[in-house]
């Protein structure tokens, strides 16, 4: 058993060392750049007929759309960070999934501008309204995710169980299986999008290319390490906290499902009952703090 716990220690420093974050970071630096530039040449070569599309896509048809493809790259960074700060803790990691779901609402913002009608009356166009709840659910989201971390931050610290570095080496075990989870379904889910379009196949929803497959995973490996936790702590408030964790990931999940108000209602909800959890977390803790000094 302590072999095995050495070798998943071993493998996880290997994959995720600070030398590896440092080039994915600059990789994804370039790659955004380089992915931002291919974006637009694409957009202006077909709006002056330099070349020819075999397909039609939304994305096309306005160089504002071109924003679209580094904040794709950048979530998949995000992706990265959260699948390395796996291991830390609950609050860490449903810190970096609201992250995420922010960043996929702004960059839907940024597919969607091209659609927007100007010479219309603002509120009887479908894509006009859509962008007044994605920017008030921006704004809403990044001040919730301010106040998320501020209360993480207020977190007492309690010691740590006798086992808690076994914990740690299963959780870390869990996330060498998720990054390769995510390697498969990024690749699979890039194919079958890149043939759909290349078919003619109009994706309604093309922000939840990937994140259906995604949010799913995370909701069972949140559950997995759940059930992973009981071994290590009896605390109620505790339970309590990390499962309402995972009904956040699924509120996410089930936003995928839905478009307008109610996609973005679900988003801020996720985030908001996360929010309630942590701060009512930290208020049961505290007063068993002060007892114990």
Not at 11 to 27: G, L, M, Q, R, T
């Amino acid at each position: 058993m302590r072999n095995l716990q050495e070798k998943v220690e071993y493998i996880y420093d290997k994959i995720f060392s600070e030398a590896v974050k440092k080039n994915i970071e600059k990789a994804t630096l370039w790659i955004s750049i380089i992915g931002f530039i291919a974006h637009l040449l694409l957009i202006y070569g077909k709006k002056f007929e330099l070349f020819t599309i075999p397909f039609e896509t939304d994305l096309l048809n306005n160089p504002i759309s071109a924003i679209y493809t580094p904040f794709t790259i950048i979530l998949i960074y995000e992706i990265y960070l959260l699948v390395v700060n796996l291991p830390r803790s609950f609050t860490t990691s449903v810190l970096k999934q609201f992250e995420i779901i922010s960043l996929i609402l702004i960059r839907r913002i940024f597919a969607d501008i091209p659609k927007i009608d100007l010479k219309a009356a603002w509120f009887s166009t479908p894509a006009n309204v859509q962008l007044i709840y994605d920017v008030l659910g921006v704004l809403i989201l990044y001040y919730l995710i301010y106040l998320f971390n501020k209360s993480r931050q207020l977190s007492p610290k309690k010691c740590a169980h006798p086992n808690v570095e076994s914990f740690v080496t299963s959780k870390k075990a869990i996330s060498l299986v998720l990054f390769l989870l995510l390697i498969i379904i990024s690749f699979t889910t890039a194919f079958n999008w890149c043939f759909d379009v290349y078919s003619g196949v109009i994706t309604e929803n093309i922000n939840a290319v990937f994140y259906n497959e995604f949010f799913s995973i995370l909701i069972l490996t949140d559950v997995f390490i759940l059930l992973l936790s009981f071994q290590y702590t009896e605390s109620y408030t505790k339970i309590i906290r990390n499962t309402g964790f995972i009904i956040c990931t699924i509120l996410i999940r089930l936003s995928f499902g839905v478009a307008g108000l109610t996609n973005v209602v679900l988003i801020i909800s996720s985030v908001l009952f996360g929010l309630l959890i942590l701060s009512i977390y930290n208020l049961s803790e505290k007063p068993l703090k002060e007892v114990q000094e």
